[in-house]
């Protein structure tokens, strides 16, 4: 059901310009309960004033049933949490650990059960991101813990937990910057390497583990240029050492730093440097 409603709401966000919610009750056996299910599912819609719209709400995460205690299912919360906890987006974090609280508030003013209920969150999500990242000890300490055990206050719990998401997001973006500049600069390593040769970003990201797709758009994010450009500016200053070289033909210039067709590196080196090759052998040669 969550799955269909997800495809729903992503057709939705993208085509439909108004907010909405899309409500989701429990799935039933008899038609009997039926009328009741879309009640639900009507009901669970309603919470998007506090969590906001383009969601999807079920039931079973936000309220009690008029026909009796539904009880939380923390368990789907708990994984959507993490789920935007890895993709280092703070408004969802913040958003599901709200839904987290509206569900704990829901067990009647039971302060042990409150507190502990974030420490299983707690627990949850450090065996999680330990398994994927290398957090620091300061992230992974007891010290959350202590501060959570020592709080009588739940919304003081909940913004103790706020603060130690923020940290964790802030850790894995530092993780991931630093690991996706290493393969960046195993890409421009083989790159420069290997730039006589015929070269293709397919080539190049199924050397360092890549899909191609996934790599064109890392490279563009952190160097703010294509990995393309880069290969054309490794293989025009490698011609231009070569050019010093008078007795090598254009054409043969141009097959050492891995062009085949000399006119279309005589037009890229122009765009690069202003001159033609020949021209800029000249210019050198005089200088």
Not at 191 to 219: F, K, M, P, V, W
Not at 236 to 265: C, H, M, P, W
């Amino acid at each position: 059901m969550y799955r269909i409603a997800d495809r729903i709401r992503q057709y939705l966000d993208f085509n439909y310009e108004q907010p909405f919610s899309i409500g989701l009750s429990t799935a039933v056996q008899e038609i009997a309960y039926l009328r009741q299910s879309v009640k639900d599912a009507i009901s669970a819609s309603k919470y998007s004033f506090y969590i906001g719209f383009n969601e999807i709400i079920c039931i079973t995460d936000v309220e009690l049933r008029s026909t009796g205690e539904s009880l939380p299912n923390f368990k789907y919360i708990q994984e959507d949490l993490l789920k935007y906890l890895k993709l280092c987006d703070i408004p969802h974090t913040e958003q599901y650990l709200n839904i987290f609280y509206l569900n704990v508030l829901q067990l009647h003013g039971d302060r042990s059960l409150a507190t502990n209920k974030f420490l299983e969150l707690y627990y949850y999500l450090s065996n999680a991101l330990n398994q994927e990242f290398t957090l620091s000890e300061a992230v992974l300490s007891d010290e959350i813990i202590r501060r959570l055990t020592g709080c009588t206050n739940l919304e003081d719990i909940k913004g103790i937990f706020s603060d130690y998401l923020r940290e964790v997001i802030q850790e894995i973006g530092h993780l991931r910057t630093n690991k996706s500049q290493k393969f960046i600069e195993k890409a421009k390593e083989y790159i420069r390497q290997n730039y006589a040769h015929d070269i293709s970003l397919e080539s190049i990201a199924d050397e360092i583990g890549l899909s191609a797709c996934y790599l064109s758009t890392l490279y563009k994010n952190i160097e703010k240029t294509s990995i393309k450009e880069y290969l054309i500016d490794v293989r025009i200053d490698a011609s231009k050492k070569y050019l010093q070289d008078i007795n090598l033909k254009i054409y043969e210039v141009a097959a050492n730093v891995g062009y085949t067709d000399s006119r279309y590196f005589s037009q890229l080196f122009r765009k690069k440097t202003g001159y033609t090759p020949g021209q800029y052998r000249e210019f050198i040669q005089k200088t």
